[in-house]
Structures are given as C-alpha cells and as structure tokens.
C-alpha cells in the first residue's frame, strides 16, 4: 500500500532563507507527483505537477524534484517571503492521488 | 470563472442527522472528486466521479453516498451523521481522470455532535 510522509511537520525560518520541503513515498509505481499550497481556511492550490518520466518541475521561485528509485521529492523555495507562509502537501498519483499530512511553513519577517 | 465551489461553508449536525454537501465546477471538467481531511492527516479520497454518468467508491466511502448531477455538480450525502464524520470536506475537479491536475473548492467544515 503506498505510504506518503513529509517531514518535518512544520518548519519557521527567517525571511530570505531558501529552503527544502521533503516528500517521500514507499511505492515507486507513480504516474505523477503533485505539490499543493493550503492556506488557513481556504482550499488547495496546485504548485506544481512532476511526471513519472521527469527529474524536475520548476515555476518561479519554486523547484520540484522527483527520484522515483528512491522514492522522494523535494520542494525546493527560492528567497522565501512573508506570503510563502501555508501548509505544503505532496500527493502522489497512483490511479489516485495519495496524499501526506503536509508541512506546515511559516516564513518570518 | 469562479471555479470550483462548495456550499455550505460551514456546518453542525447532531448524530443521525442527514444532509448533502454541494459542489460545482465550471471549468467544464470531466472528473469530480470528493475527500475529506481530518487534522495530521492527509485528504483522503471518499468518491469520485470520472465521467458524466459513472461514480466510484475512494478510500474511505462508508457513510457516504454521492450523486453526479450532471457535467458541472457532484454532489455528497450523509444519510445518518456520525461523530467520527467530523471533518473537512473537499470537492475538486480535472478535466480527466487521475493525470491531472485537480482544482479544489474552499471547503466545507462539518461538525457532527
């Protein structure tokens, strides 16, 4: 049965900082990874989306890796600001999505 | 376009009690979903629609029922609340199945006492 855990569960750093937001998963027949944005009170937006055949997404700031032997994905967010303050869920595709429980991140000013 | 939506936003219902969550999208997907999201939990699907006409069970479907109305509405019942139905509830859309990317709605929170 596929398994999706992000550590940590939360994460605070100061504003500027670049940072790394971890997912991994226990079966490595995925057909995609997505990264999702939740803020407090309000639905999920979708960050980006990786292929199976693809080693990495990048939109803006916002970099997605994907190592499917391994079975991990990281988040990678360049000069993080106030505003990148949310939760951040990965979820893998597997006929259907599978979801982490998300790390909460607050960027402090 | 205002996407996805779901009404109520918010919810209380006492145990046994029955009510339907509603859902529209106006993307002109094909593929409707429901989850729930329960706190240190990852959403969790409860039924999905692939198409105009078919619906399938999710992960957790025990207690729910769910009705695709047509192209734009999905909607999900709850015939007899129980404390443990206690959650979020989310409806999301994608123009197909499974590939792609989903498109969520605010929400719905719903307390069963």
């Known amino acids: 049965k596929q398994e999706v855990t992000q550590i940590p569960a939360a994460l605070s750093v100061p504003e500027g900082e670049n940072l790394v937001l971890n997912c991994s998963f226990t079966?490595?027949?995925?057909?995609?990874l997505q990264w999702f944005r939740q803020d407090p009170g309000k639905g999920l937006t979708s960050l980006l989306l990786i292929q199976s055949s693809q080693r990495e997404q990048t939109s803006g700031r916002l970099n997605a890796s994907l190592d499917k032997s391994s079975g991990r994905s990281t988040l990678y967010i360049a000069a993080s600001q106030p505003g990148d303050s949310a939760t951040y869920l990965c979820a893998v595709n597997t006929y259907q999505l599978i979801w982490g429980a998300g790390t909460k991140l607050i960027i402090k000013p | 376009n205002a996407g996805v939506t779901q009404t109520p936003k918010f919810q209380v219902l006492k145990t046994g009690q029955s009510m339907t969550l509603q859902c529209a999208q106006d993307m002109n997907h094909n593929s409707m979903y429901w989850y729930r999201q329960d706190p240190g939990m990852g959403l969790r699907l409860i039924y999905y629609?692939?198409?105009?006409?078919?619906?399938d069970k999710g992960e957790v479907p025990n207690g729910y029922n769910v009705s695709r109305l047509n192209k734009r509405e999905f909607s999900l019942r709850l015939e007899s609340a129980a404390p443990s139905q206690t959650s979020v509830y989310f409806c999301?859309?994608?123009?197909?199945?499974?590939?792609?990317?989903?498109?969520f709605g605010p929400g719905t929170r719903l307390t069963v006492l």
């Open positions: 629609s692939a198409s105009e006409g078919t619906t």
């Open positions: 079966d490595s027949a995925i057909y995609n």
């Open positions: 999301a859309s994608s123009e197909g199945y499974s590939a792609d990317t989903q498109y």
